[in-house]
């Protein structure tokens, strides 16, 4: 009789972490891209407390930032912790920052923590929830 392992594969570790990887290199394809890295019901805290609620919000709020402030722009990050609450959900602690492409200084752009709750869905890794926390030094 075998056991069944309940614990996350190396594959499901990977998984994550090319998710996370997929949002960064978003960013700079658009709302909708951007926002396939998360579930249809995700939480998205932004650095404001300002809570976007499911995909279509998170789109909607990417479209407004990414035509404003945040054009022409890359997100940089990398995961720091990683840690299985079960074979089905992960929790991400990871930094980064947003850099702008063209002449714009991002030095001004605080350092942050972004906070990721992955959930395994039908098979695939989402984002079901993100917060984002700006450092006070960086």
């Known amino acids: 009789m075998s056991a069944k392992t309940n614990f996350p594969t190396f594959a499901d570790e990977t998984a994550v972490r090319n998710l996370y990887d997929q ?3 978003a960013w700079n394809q ?3 891209a951007y ?22 919000e998170i789109v909607e709020g990417h479209r407004i930032i990414f035509s404003a402030w945040a054009r022409n722009s890359a997100l940089e990050g990398r995961i720091d912790q990683m840690r299985f609450l079960s074979p089905e959900i992960a929790v991400v602690i990871a930094g980064g920052r947003i850099v702008f492409k063209d002449h714009r200084s991002s030095e001004d752009n ?7 709750v ?21």
């Open 23 to 25: 949002m960064l290199q």
């Open 30 to 32: 658009g709302p909708e």
């Open 35 to 56: 926002a396939e890295c998360f579930s249809q019901d995700a939480t998205y805290i932004i650095a404001n407390g300002m809570i976007e609620q499911g995909w279509q």
């Open 110 to 116: 605080k350092r942050t923590v972004y906070s990721l």
């Open 118 to 138: 992955a959930q395994k869905l039908h098979g695939d890794w989402k984002f079901v929830f993100y917060q984002n926390t700006p450092l006070e030094k960086h």
